[in-house]
């Protein structure tokens, strides 16, 4: 079950994919000091209140009610949609910190490894507030690269459509 989920992810590319990433580097630093569990709430460099996770650039904008201009639609040169996904930390409904990825479905195995929350699936929108922001970190090595996955540890997410 366990490789199902992390080949879901992988295929899908909701890999938030880039170990320079701040997200990646905070949740690595968290399991390298033995810790498996993380809340996100203080761990950055910037104050939130709540971040967004979408694949879907209209419910991105949809939910900031201005067009987000970092998630950029594209094809390949042959014609295959270009995936991505973004992160996007808000404090008082204005973005101080994003991590927008993007993949190309013929580059999925050279992802490189990254971080995915256990519950996005492709084209929703998720809105997780700063106060239930705990997860179980769960790093797992695949084909693709290392894999860190956050599983909440209570229903803290909410499905946005």
């Not at 761990?43 to 650039?57: A, N, Q, V």
């Not at 190309?104 to 239930?132: C, L, R």
Request: aromatic share 14%; proline share 3%; charged share 30%.
């Amino acid at each position: 079950m366990k490789f199902v989920l992390v080949l879901f992810i992988v295929f899908f590319s909701l890999v938030g994919c880039s170990k320079d990433s701040l997200v990646y580097k905070v949740l690595d630093r968290q399991l390298k000091e033995g810790k498996d569990t993380i809340d996100l709430k203080n761990k950055f460099p910037f104050e939130w209140d709540e971040f967004l996770i979408s694949s879907d650039r209209t419910l991105i904008d949809k939910e900031l009610g201005f067009e987000y201009p970092y998630l950029e639609e594209s094809n390949d040169i042959r014609g295959m949609p270009n995936i991505g996904i973004s992160i996007i930390f808000l404090k008082n409904h204005k973005i101080v910190h994003h991590e927008d990825f993007k993949y190309k479905y013929s580059g999925i195995d050279k992802v490189g490894g990254g971080f995915d929350f256990s519950f996005a699936v492709p084209n929703d929108i998720y809105k997780v507030k700063s106060d239930s922001s705990i997860y179980k970190l769960e790093k797992t090595n695949t084909n693709y690269g290392e894999v860190i996955l956050l599983i909440p540890y209570y229903s803290n997410v909410e499905l946005r459509r």
